[in-house]
């Protein structure tokens, strides 16, 4: 017998390494105090396409060309992390390259089981870092599709600096201008002499050596899995107008996020009612710092590195339960406009800097005994799907994969390519509070298929 549906083989066929098109000279380049309140942690990317219409497209050596072009400006990507004397990192920019893997996958693309990537996807089409900041796989499907997929060192990279690079390595297959070239004046994000910290950062971020042993969950599945699903555009409306009151009207983002925060509450609701759930919204502070002259927002704009912030609330699980989304959608908005302001992310860069050499972050990712479920949401409603066209057509397909440790949630929610609006919401959570959102929000959170994808 054969294998069951959904059930595939990835044979990798060859393991090589992509270097700058023309070396540069070896430099190091520090991390920014922003950088530096990421862990080493690496997220992934993948996109899908469809069989190319032309025989002489869709070639990898067209992918590996463009991606020795696209490491030119995007040098970093290159280079490998290292400790400094005060074993802080930084980027060693030495032109080692990005480890690049073809591989086949006897399967075609239609019945990939989107829903469930860590079955799909984890340890299939999105490359294990091992060395260096950046991995590539082109794997090549049973239908003549093909998946590419991308792992990324986030220490390095945020999402908006990945999405920039994948645009431009699309750019240059099809022999394309660079649309935006990356900026890496690291003196954009230096502290200010002397600092000024507002004490309300203490609330946000931690020292890691402060903080005690993560806690572990008692559940029998404690540990995070994966899921993707499709929302509608009339669904997100609803939760839209369900979210705002008083005449104001709450973003899309954040009514989507007040409702999950009270889904994921309910699924504890029956065990402890006074535990403390939270809630972070990922910010991308380049909007916020590009005040200073049109040449400062232009390199805000296309600064390289990570720019972001993620300021979080707390509430019962008691409370949010029982409140009216409209509530909790409120309480959402008040929390994330702390940390929306020029301010906020002056005041954030000097306290790492008060704080270093000691490693620090942010203390929603930290979940402590006594404490209530907890989540953090990434807006992905930029990732340019529709742009990471190699020259065989747009993707069918794609997605962020973020599988990390500990037992914060991870959610991003990205624009569908089948119809505008629409989201495609990728989740990492625990299995108690997936199979919760399934039975209570099954109208919202619909398990992705082919169905709703061009394929």
């Known amino acids: ?9 990835v044979t990798v066929i060859k393991t090589d390494v992509v270097a700058p098109l023309v070396p540069f000279q070896e430099h190091w380049l520090p991390f920014t105090n922003l950088d530096l309140l990421l862990p080493p942690l690496h997220f992934g990317v993948f996109f899908c396409y ?52 073809e591989a086949y996958a006897d399967i075609e693309l239609r019945n ?27 794997t090549e499907l049973k239908c003549g599709g093909m998946v590419v997929g991308c792992s990324f060192d986030h220490r390095v990279s945020d999402a908006y600096t990945a999405n920039m690079f994948l645009v431009s390595w699309a750019e240059l297959a099809q022999s394309k201008p660079v649309s935006m070239l990356p900026s890496f004046r690291r003196s954009l994000l230096n502290p200010r002499r002397p600092g000024c910290v507002d004490p309300s950062l203490d609330d946000f971020y931690v ?45 899309k983002l954040e009514s989507f996020s007040a409702y999950l925060w009270k889904m994921v509450a309910t699924y504890t609701a029956d065990k402890d009612r006074r535990k403390i759930s939270k809630l972070g919204i990922v910010v991308d502070g380049r909007a916020r710092l590009d005040e200073g002259g049109p040449n400062r927002a232009t390199f805000m704009r296309s600064l390289f590195g990570n720019v972001l912030s993620i300021p979080y609330g707390s509430e019962t699980i008691g409370e949010l339960t029982e409140k009216p989304l409209c509530s909790v959608a409120k309480q959402v908005h008040e929390f994330l406009k702390l940390g929306t302001t020029k301010e906020h992310f002056l005041g954030l860069i000097d306290w790492v800097e008060a704080h270093r050499p000691e490693p620090t972050m942010t203390r929603v990712y930290n979940v402590v005994k006594g404490d209530g479920p907890a989540l953090v949401v990434s807006s992905g409603l930029r990732f340019p799907v529709s742009k990471v066209d190699f020259g065989w057509g747009c993707p069918a397909f794609g997605s962020y994969h973020f599988p990390w440790g500990g037992l914060c949630g991870y959610v991003m929610p990205m624009p569908s390519t089948a119809r505008d609006g629409d989201w495609v919401v990728y989740m990492l959570l625990l299995k108690g509070q997936l199979e919760q959102i399934e039975k209570e929000a099954a109208h919202v959170f619909r398990p992705l298929t082919f169905d709703y994808l061009d394929l």
């Open 1 to 9: 017998m054969g294998p069951a549906k959904g059930e595939f083989t």
């Open 207 to 251: 020292s890691i050596p402060s903080l005690p042993p993560p806690e572990e969950s008692n559940e029998p599945t404690g540990h995070l899995i994966s899921r993707i699903y499709y929302v509608n555009a009339d669904q997100l409306n609803e939760l839209q107008s369900l979210a705002s009151s008083d005449g104001y009207k709450q973003t």
């Open 112 to 138: 990939l089981n989107f829903h469930n990537p860590d079955e799909s996807v984890e340890g299939k089409f999105v490359p294990k870092n091992k060395h260096g900041v950046m991995a590539v796989q082109a």
């Open 50 to 101: 469809k069989k190319p219409v032309s025989a002489s497209c869709g070639s990898v050596s067209v992918l590996k060309k463009a991606l020795a072009e696209a490491l030119l400006p995007y040098y970093a990507l290159a280079g490998e992390v290292v400790p400094n004397a005060l074993g802080e990192p930084e980027l060693l920019c030495n032109n080692r390259g990005v480890d690049f893997v």
